[in-house]
């Protein structure tokens, strides 16, 4: 069975659109792309659902990244030379996670080229 992923662009344009249509230049950016990552998702997410801590701690369990973000994260971290804390602020993660994805990848990037 053929998993396939949410239009994100399209919700977002929606949601936009019938709640904050003031908010549409800040987003237009990302909007304006052919394909939105996940990444692109999250930024568009504290744009237009304002950041409140007291829902921040209640939403950070359902996030979840595909293979490819997960690189973008790891070669961010990697090009501008910052430690799992930094990386880890940066995007609003735990440490852990960030260890556990460094652990992760390289292994399997170690084991591609065998």
Same mark, same amino acid.
């Not at 237009?28 to 409140?52: G, T």
């Given at each position: 069975m053929e998993r396939t992923t949410p239009n994100y !662009?399209?919700?977002?344009?929606?949601?936009?659109?019938? *709640?904050c249509p003031e908010k549409y230049s800040?987003?237009?950016?990302?909007?304006? !792309?052919?394909?939105?990552?996940?990444?692109?998702?999250? !930024?568009?997410?504290?744009? $237009?659902?304002? *950041? /409140?801590?007291?829902?921040?701690? /209640?939403n950070q369990k359902h996030k979840c990244y595909d293979s490819e973000t997960i690189n973008k994260v790891l070669n961010y971290q *990697?090009?501008?030379?910052?430690? /799992? $804390?930094?990386?880890? *602020?940066?995007?609003?993660?735990?440490?852990s996670t960030v260890s556990k994805w460094r652990k992760i990848f390289s292994s399997s990037q170690q084991n591609s080229f065998l």
């Open positions: !662009k399209r919700i977002f344009e929606d949601i936009i659109s019938r *709640k800040l987003c237009a950016h990302i909007l304006d !792309k052919d394909e939105i990552s996940a990444l692109d998702v999250l !930024k568009l997410n504290d744009i $237009v659902f304002d *950041k /409140n801590s007291s829902s921040e701690s /209640n *990697k090009e501008n030379n910052l430690s /799992n $804390v930094a990386v880890s *602020k940066h995007f609003n993660l735990s440490r």
